[in-house]
């Protein structure tokens, strides 16, 4: 306990109990996104009969564990990832990162995926890999995800972290193209999801996924979320804006809500300052969640 109340200081800046810290410092710069010497770890895989396996990563320990829930065709292995990982491991709490259906490490086709199986991947997650009360946290679509992974297990789901949650984006998105751009897309069955994280600049996306992905939006009534809720969302975001945390903010049921937006943060939250934002905010929710228990 005395390390991890060094680590604490740290992150925040202090420098308390820096000699007990001395063995945390690995842990320490992966929080604040300096580069380190991490050891390999193998990737797991949950296999499941009728669904592709998953691929994961996952440290044993106490509650409330911890998972990282990736963004769109992301993968767990991600600043955001790996800091929280070395975090929760310095603290002694349990944490795990995986990868959706055709993504990163795991098995099945990115093109056959549709949001309704990414949710089912989620919590097949919570189900298999983890026991007693959880934090998600959730970048990007992951922010959606963790909404409804929320909504369907509240006794396990203890707090949420969404880090520029994309709750109904694609569909908000796609609605807002002119009308003809949308029959056009439809027609061809295939929609070009304009990106800047890939060499091709778009995304191929199925009209499928799209028509599937409405019948799982959340903004349009009420949320019937009620435990701890912090939403960080970064001004200077190009790809979802940050008004979608406030209307996260606005809809959920909880009284627990706090959104925190940075000026120039942008999408991805993965410099330095925002990950020690990150790894602070899951810090903060721990202790709350101790407390409570």
Not at 60 to 71: A, E, M, S, Y
Not at 101 to 107: F, H, K, L, R
Not at 223 to 249: E, F, K, Y
Request: proline share 5%.
């Amino acid at each position: 306990m005395a390390a991890a109340g060094a680590l604490r200081g740290l992150l925040r800046g202090g420098c308390h109990g820096a000699s007990a810290a001395v063995g945390l410092l690995s842990p320490v710069r992966a929080a604040l996104g300096f580069p380190v010497c991490r050891l390999k770890s193998s990737v797991s895989f949950l296999t499941r009969p009728d669904q592709p396996n998953l691929a994961y990563h996952k440290l044993k320990g106490r509650n409330p564990g911890v998972i990282f829930l990736p963004g769109f065709n992301s993968n767990m292995n991600g600043r955001k990832a790996t800091a929280l990982e070395d975090f929760c491991n310095s603290l002694g709490h349990a944490f795990v990162r995986f990868d959706y259906t055709g993504c990163g490490s795991s098995d099945g086709k990115f093109e056959e995926c549709t949001f309704g199986k990414w949710r089912k991947d989620v919590l097949c997650v919570l189900d298999e890999l983890t026991d007693g009360p959880q934090i998600l946290v959730g970048s990007s679509i992951g922010g959606w995800l963790m909404l409804h992974a929320a909504i369907a297990r509240p006794d396990k789901v203890a707090a949420l972290v969404g880090v520029a949650a994309a709750a109904d984006y694609l569909v908000t998105t796609f609605k807002k193209l002119p009308i003809e751009t949308q029959n056009e897309i439809e027609e061809k069955g295939e929609w070009r999801f304009p990106t800047r994280y890939n060499e091709e600049g778009y995304y191929s996306l199925k009209y499928d996924l799209i028509q599937e992905a409405e019948n799982h939006c959340l903004l349009n009534s009420p949320i019937p979320i009620t435990c701890p809720i912090r939403l960080i969302h970064g001004m200077n975001d190009s790809d979802v804006p940050w008004q979608i945390s406030m209307q996260i903010a606005d809809r959920v049921l909880s009284k627990d809500v706090d959104v925190i937006l940075r000026k120039t943060g942008q999408h991805r939250m993965s410099e330095k300052e925002d990950i020690k934002l990150l790894v602070n905010t899951v810090d903060d929710l721990i202790d709350k969640l101790a407390t409570f228990s």
